[in-house]
């Protein structure tokens, strides 16, 4: 059945690019594990389908020689949710309230952020992949909101679908969000017991709670090419919300200018 989901997507989106006579961004999509069982959620997929792009789901492996030369093909990367990173990537120790920890996953994701910022392209973190953007590039993480944070004026687990909209974030000014989205307010659920504590150097924080909690991150130099957001603009976007889908057309939009305008993209 996945693949039948993944071919259908890479028709629909070829034949839309091919009227314009361009071949459309292939968008890498990372994968989770649990229990032995690699996944995506197959409403990544469709988000970055639904923005023009190509999803090019991303085997969890070991081997980073083999992910390289995947990586030479890709244009953007999408990193999902998950669990928790483990605190040894920022030299914390392990709080009592860490949850699940998967070493080949954090290596097999800090690969591929790795790769693709020295490829250039476009990211975009959700989620887990906000919080190790945040770790890469030198920040750290609270374990656990419910035992570290002190205000509990927004539950971060929420217990409706994660389409549903919650509460609030405001978006600072002058921000690649704000420019994204158009808006000074989006409208989020909250699935996650951990977060971005100290912002990595280079980064700000550009959307947050009410009670403070980052909801996005991105750097100060525009030349780095990574965008973090702790919300899920994927579930929102299959439940019909225009302006999280800007998130994903945004980055397919970048990676199209990256394969316009650098001879490698014009050759592929």
């Known amino acids: 059945m996945k693949k039948i989901v993944l071919l259908f997507c890479l028709s ?21 594990c649990d229990e032995g069982r690699v996944r995506v959620t197959r409403t990544y997929v469709d988000a970055v389908q639904a923005a023009g792009g190509i999803p090019v789901v991303i085997p969890l492996m070991r081997d980073t020689a083999c992910l390289s030369r995947l990586f030479e093909r890709l244009d953007g990367l999408v990193l999902i949710g998950g669990g928790d990173v483990d605190p040894a990537r920022f030299d914390a120790e392990p709080s009592a309230a860490l949850g699940h920890v998967d070493t080949v996953r954090d290596a097999y994701d800090f690969a591929l952020l790795d790769l693709a910022l020295r490829r ?19 920040g750290t993480l609270y374990q656990d909101l419910p ?32 420019r994204i989205t158009g808006s000074d307010t989006l409208w989020t659920n909250s699935f996650h017991h951990q977060a971005v504590r100290d ?9 947050c709670t009410r009670d403070g909690v980052v909801e996005a991150i991105e750097p100060l130099d525009p030349r780095i090419r990574v965008l973090g957001v702790q919300f ?25 200018r990256e394969m316009s305008g650098s001879p490698a993209g014009r050759k592929r």
């Not at 629909?12 to 989770?32: F, H, N």
């Not at 250039?120 to 030198?138: H, K, S, T």
């Not at 929420?158 to 919650?166: C, E, I, N």
């Not at 912002?199 to 959307?207: E, N, S, Y």
Request: contains cysteine.
């Open 199 to 207: 912002v990595a150097p280079g980064f700000r924080a550009t959307a």
């Open 232 to 256: 899920h603009p994927e579930a929102h976007t299959a439940a019909g919300d225009t302006t999280m889908r800007k998130f994903f057309v945004h980055l397919v939009r970048e990676a199209a």
């Open 147 to 178: 035992s570290e944070y002190a205000d509990r004026s927004v539950s971060h687990s929420q217990s409706l679908p994660s389409s549903k909209a919650t509460h609030a974030v405001a978006v600072a000014e002058e921000s690649l969000v704000r």
């Open 120 to 138: 250039d392209i476009p990211v975009l973190g959700i989620c887990r992949g906000e919080q190790l953007i945040n770790v890469a590039f030198g």
């Open 12 to 32: 629909v989106a070829c034949c839309s690019w091919s009227l314009s006579g361009a071949r459309p961004p292939l968008i890498g999509v990372s994968e989770s």
